[in-house]
């Protein structure tokens, strides 16, 4: 079952900050985020593993609630850069794919 | 280092017709996987591969075949397809980055745009 984006899409402009958020129905395991450029292939940003942790990527970073089985995607002071649709994927202990949520478009603009 | 190559980029097809898809990755990796992308709908996992000769389905694996007869290759088939296979398709190979489970990420290619009429 696909895990759940919020919000589909948000409008920034360029320096403001923004948060993606990631639920799932299903006990999980990892949390993975992605971003995919328009007419591009989906890139990977980082990976949260069981146990609550949080990781920073830039001006990017995340973190995983296992017990709310939620994640959080932050991006701090925003860069023209960052627009793109951003994905996220979850995994199951025992399992060997990556089942990601319908995505989140954002866009910045100066 | 060409990573995960993906043919062809586009393709239009009639309905009825069969086509492959192929991926390729230089990586050596284990895990293989078809997904396709739709507005709206995100990324849906079709079908994977865990090693050579291995096989699974995915989230919506109906119309599809897929086979795996060297590690470094993995076809998604359609024999005969649908307006509703209208869509783009990714590949994507795992790298295992750690010991825990759960540990990895994704190689994705730069997709095949396929339309059926």
């Known amino acids: 079952q696909q895990p759940v984006q919020s919000p589909q899409a948000v409008i920034l402009r360029e320096g403001e900050d923004a948060v993606i958020n990631c639920s799932s129905s299903?006990?999980?395991?990892?949390v993975h985020w992605y971003r995919q450029k328009h007419g591009e292939a989906p890139v990977f940003l980082m990976i949260?593993?069981?146990?609550?942790e949080q990781k920073g990527h830039d001006k990017i970073s995340a973190s995983f609630n296992e017990k709310k089985q939620q994640s959080s995607l932050y991006l701090t002071a925003s860069q023209l850069s960052y627009s793109g649709t951003y994905f996220c994927?979850?995994?199951?202990?025992?399992?060997?794919?990556?089942?990601f949520g319908a995505g989140t478009r954002l866009f910045v603009k100066a | 280092n060409a990573g995960v190559t993906q043919t062809p980029k586009f393709r239009v097809l009639k309905t009825g017709q069969s086509m492959t898809l192929l991926c390729a990755q230089d990586?050596?990796?284990?895990?293989m996987y078809w997904y396709r992308q739709d507005p709206g709908m995100g990324l849906r996992l079709i079908h994977y591969?865990?090693?050579?000769?291995?096989?699974a389905k995915g989230e919506v694996p109906d119309g599809y075949n897929v086979s795996r007869l060297k590690k470094q290759n993995f076809l998604l088939g359609l024999e005969s397809a649908a307006p509703s296979q209208t869509s783009v398709y990714f590949c994507?190979?795992?790298?295992?980055?750690?010991?825990?489970?759960?540990?990895?990420?994704?190689?994705f290619g730069s997709g095949t745009q396929l339309s059926v009429l």
């Open positions: 994927g979850t995994g199951s202990t025992g399992g060997f794919k990556t089942i």
């Open positions: 994507a190979s795992r790298l295992r980055t750690g010991i825990q489970e759960g540990n990895e990420k994704l190689f």
């Open positions: 990586m050596n990796h284990e895990y």
């Open positions: 949260l593993l069981k146990g609550g």
């Open positions: 591969s865990v090693g050579e000769g291995t096989t």
């Open positions: 299903k006990a999980l395991y990892s």
